[in-house]
C-alpha cells in the first residue's frame, strides 16, 4: 500500500493531485488552522507530511507520530522544527532552497526602496485626500544610489540582495555572517565583511537575512537600534524574532532611526499593536516569497522530497542527517 502523505495546510491543487499519484493524500483544501493536538491526532496514522512555517514539529508531535518519517517544508526557513528532536528520533526534514532566492532577494529590495522612499506612507496620505498642495520636503527619504547597505546574513538570499544593490544600484555593499564569504563570493557580491557593531554604525541601510535560532534571537534589539544613524533604515525579511518588535516601535516613535520595513514579527500574524501606529514603517504581511512561480516551486520542491524519500532516492534538500531512519 502506498505512504500516507499529510498536507497540513492548503497548496495548489494539481501539486496535491500530483502527490496522490505517489501517497495515500489526506489535504487540507479549507485551509482550516489545526492546534497542535489536532495536527498530532491527524498525524498518528501517517508516514509523511507537508508543512508550512506554521506547524510546530517537536518531540511531543513525533511521540504522538510514531509512524511519521518525514517532514517535507514549504518554505527555505524551518525554525518551525525541532531539528535535534527529528534527528534523534529518526526523521527526516527538509526545506525549499534555492527555488526562491531571486523572489525573496527582489522582494527585500522592494521593501528596501519602499521604506527608504517612504512610498506606503505617502501613498496613506494621498488616499485620505490630504494631498492639497506641494512642498519642497514632502516625503523627502533617503537615497539608496550610492549609499552603503549593510546585510546581517549573507547567504544566497543576502548575495542576491548585495547584487542588486551593487550593480543595479552603485551602492556600497557591507556585510556581517557567521563566516565570511570566499574571496571570489565577496567579489562576485562587491560585499566587504565588517563586524556586526562597525555594519549597524556605518550602514545607511540595514537589511536582516538570518535564519531564526536561539542565537539569531533579537539580533536587533535597543541597544542595537541606538548604534544606527539616525538617518537610518532597517530591512527585516528574515523571520520575527530577530528584531525585538517593541524596542523597534520605540525607535521609530523616537525617531532615532528614520524608518523600517517589516516581512516578518513576532508572533505573527499579530503584529505589535505599536508598529500599527507608527507612521515610518512599511508593514507586509509575510510575501517575500509570494511570487506564483516560486511559491508553485516551493510546493513542487517539497512534494518531490517526499516522492524521492519515499522512492529511496533519499531527499533533495535535507536540512538533517538522522544516522537511523525510522
Ligand atoms: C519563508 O519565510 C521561507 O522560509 O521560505
Ligand atoms: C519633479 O517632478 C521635478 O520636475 O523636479
Known amino acids: 500500500s502506498k505512504p500516507r502523505i499529510l498536507v497540513a495546510r492548503a497548496i495548489f491543487p494539481d501539486i496535491v493531485d500530483r502527490l496522490r499519484e505517489h501517497f495515500d493524500v489526506e489535504a487540507n483544501p479549507d485551509d482550516v488552522i489545526w492546534t497542535p493536538q489536532e495536527l498530532a491526532a491527524r498525524l498518528a496514522d501517517k508516514d509523511g507530511v507537508l508543512t508550512t512555517g506554521s506547524q510546530r514539529i517537536d518531540g511531543a508531535l513525533l511521540s504522538a507520530a510514531p509512524r511519521l518519517k518525514i517532514c517535507a517544508n514549504m518554505a527555505v526557513g524551518y525554525n518551525n522544527f525541532d531539528v535535534d528532536a527529528m534527528t534523534a528520533a529518526g526523521v527526516q526534514g527538509t526545506n525549499t532552497p534555492d527555488v526562491l532566492t531571486e523572489t525573496t532577494a527582489d522582494f527585500g529590495f522592494a521593501l528596501l526602496m519602499a521604506t527608504a522612499r517612504r512610498m506606503t506612507e505617502s ?6 485626500g490630504k494631498w492639497t498642495k506641494w512642498s519642497y520636503d514632502m516625503f523627502a527619504g533617503s537615497d539608496i544610489h550610492g549609499s552603503t547597505l549593510g546585510i546581517i546574513g549573507m547567504g544566497r538570499i543576502g548575495q542576491g540582495i548585495a547584487k542588486r ?17 570566499s574571496p571570489a563570493l565577496e567579489a562576485e557580491c562587491k560585499a566587504t565583511y565588517v563586524g556586526k557593531e562597525e555594519l549597524l554604525r556605518t550602514a545607511d541601510h540595514v537589511v536582516l537575512v538570518v535564519p531564526y535560532t536561539a542565537a ?50 513576532e508572533g505573527e500574524p499579530s503584529v505589535h499593536p505599536d508598529l500599527l501606529t507608527v507612521p515610518n514603517v512599511v508593514l507586509t504581511p509575510h510575501i517575500a516569497s509570494a511570487t506564483v512561480p516560486t511559491r508553485r516551486a516551493m510546493a513542487n520542491l517539497a512534494a518531490d522530497n517526499l516522492i524521492a524519500f519515499f522512492d529511496g532516492r533519499g531527499p533533495l534538500t535535507p536540512v538533517n542527517q538522522p544516522s537511523t531512519l525510522r
Open 123 to 128: 501613498e496613506h496620505y494621498l488616499r485620505a
Open 165 to 181: 544593490g551593487a550593480h543595479g544600484f552603485g551602492m556600497k555593499v557591507i556585510y556581517h555572517n557567521r563566516s565570511r564569504l
Open 216 to 265: 539569531s534571537h533579537h539580533t536587533i534589539g535597543a541597544a542595537e537600534l541606538a548604534l544606527m544613524k539616525p538617518t537610518a533604515t532597517l530591512v527585516n525579511i528574515a523571520r520575527g524574532g530577530i528584531v525585538d518588535d517593541a524596542a523597534l516601535a520605540v525607535a521609530l516613535r523616537e525617531r532615532r532611526i528614520a524608518a523600517a520595513g517589516l516581512d516578518v514579527f
